[in-house]
């Protein structure tokens, strides 16, 4: 399967915090189809893969979550009618009058529309509830079903996946192809690297998967781990730019010497830095695009790890409609012209390809990483330079 036919089968599939059992048989199924692959599942349901066989060096992850912001049917009051629990961030302007589509068990697609809010509903502290009136009476649901926005189909067009649920399903189908990248070398003997993913559950509902995996000891404390994101794009970080090594979020920032790692493998892999330095033009940019910003708009996953104590960096696609929020700028600035509107989330096709690069060279590099590039160029500026400083210690008069 290539890169964008994984991106358009993954990030189409419903998923809601808690209720990601499509997106776990989909992982299921494309384990089974590789032999070589183990599956493991913790006590709170997160996946981890790894490929079998003797390794080298210190086990270096990938890690996507498989929820997307949606709703829970929290209660059925009708054959039409049902309550429904929003589980993940999102304005409330864009709940106004939304339509949404109902996905049953058996996977029947019924539509309907928010009409009113449901106050003093949430089960979780965190919900938002509503009451949703469907377009045709239907038996069968259940409050084991979920709900989510209904939108047109995804397709890729001019460069750009448009889809239900990027964040972060669009991270989660590079980490597998990267992953099958791996796996080839290490079949054809090129490499003993110790590459896994971990899939974890219910980030949307604050990090409680990723919470888990820290206090089950999921992760090995040795581990050198890499956060895969969906990150609200801007200006400064724009879509196609390429993928962006996030160096942390709006809570903290990530391990410094780790980032720095990604970074100088990015730097590698494209020949050049990110952003032109005062001495270059944008035209001597690399053609092999990569971003390195903060992205202080959310938090991720990689916040969580780092407080647990563990050595661990994001990696992120740039996203549009983020949180499947339309013109959000325009929103949140009070300057939209038209009622708020959900739709499809978008990231390039080509920054996807560019993260798959980046962590199959992490994989494989970070096991036993060269010296830091940072150290390399402060020791090369005190080697080459520190003659200014002996200059101005022989002019001044002595401080004996």
Same mark, same amino acid.
């Given at each position: ?95 106004? @009058? ?5 996905? &049953?068990? /058996?996977?029947? +697609? ?5 009409? !009113?809010?449901? *106050? =003093? ?14 377009? @045709? ?5 259940? &409050?084991? /079903?979920?709900? +989510? ?5 995804? !397709?890729?067009? *001019? =460069? ?51 919470i888990g995996a820290t206090r089950l000891g999921t992760i090995p404390a040795d581990a050198k781990v890499i ?96 949180h499947n929020m339309a013109d959000l700028d325009a929103v949140q600035a009070g300057a939209n012209t038209e ?62």
């Amino acid at each position: 399967m290539s890169l964008e036919a994984l991106l358009l089968e993954l990030t189409a599939l419903p998923t809601c915090a808690g209720r990601e059992e499509r997106v776990i048989a989909f992982i299921e199924r494309w384990c089974a189809d590789r032999d070589d692959v183990r599956l493991d599942r913790d006590e709170v349901g997160n996946l981890t893969l790894t490929i079998g066989g003797s390794t080298e060096g210190p086990p270096i992850y990938t890690t996507a979550h498989m929820d997307h912001p949606a709703f829970a049917v929290h209660r059925v009051i009708g054959p039409g009618t049902l309550e429904l629990a929003f589980r993940g961030g999102v304005m409330d302007d864009y709940f106004v @009058d939304a339509r949404v589509e109902v996905i &049953t068990g /058996d996977d029947r +697609r019924l539509s309907g529309t928010l009409i !009113e809010r449901v *106050e =003093g509903g949430a089960s979780l502290g965190s919900e938002k509830h509503f009451l949703c009136e469907l377009d @045709d009476e239907a038996e069968g649901i259940t &409050t084991q /079903d979920i709900a +989510r926005w209904l939108l047109p189909e995804p !397709e890729i067009a *001019e =460069g750009l996946l448009h889809t239900h649920a990027c964040d972060d399903l669009a991270a989660a189908a590079c980490a597998l192809e990267a992953f099958d990248r791996l796996r080839a070398r290490r079949a054809a003997g090129e490499t003993r690297a110790d590459g896994r993913v971990l899939f974890t559950r219910a980030e949307e509902v604050g990090f409680v998967g990723a919470i888990g995996a820290t206090r089950l000891g999921t992760i090995p404390a040795d581990a050198k781990v890499i956060a895969l994101e969906n990150s609200r794009a801007f200006a400064e970080a724009p879509i196609g730019g390429g993928p962006i090594v996030r160096v942390g979020d709006r809570l903290t920032i990530f391990s410094p010497r780790l980032t720095d790692d990604v970074a100088r493998i990015a730097e590698d892999l494209a020949g050049g830095p990110a952003t032109p330095t005062a001495q270059q033009k944008a035209s001597d940019l690399p053609k092999w695009k990569w971003q390195r910003k903060l992205m202080a708009g959310g938090a991720c996953e990689a916040t969580v790890f780092c407080h647990a104590g563990l050595d661990a960096t994001c990696v992120c696609l740039p996203l549009g409609n983020y949180h499947n929020m339309a013109d959000l700028d325009a929103v949140q600035a009070g300057a939209n012209t038209e009622p708020p509107r959900v739709g499809r989330e978008f990231v390039s096709v080509a920054d996807a390809a560019g993260m798959v690069d980046l962590l199959a060279s992490c994989y494989e590099r970070l096991a036993d990483p060269p010296k830091s590039k940072t150290a390399e160029r402060i020791d090369r500026l005190w080697d080459e330079r520190r003659a200014v400083l002996d200059e101005a210690q022989a002019r001044s008069p002595s401080q004996a």
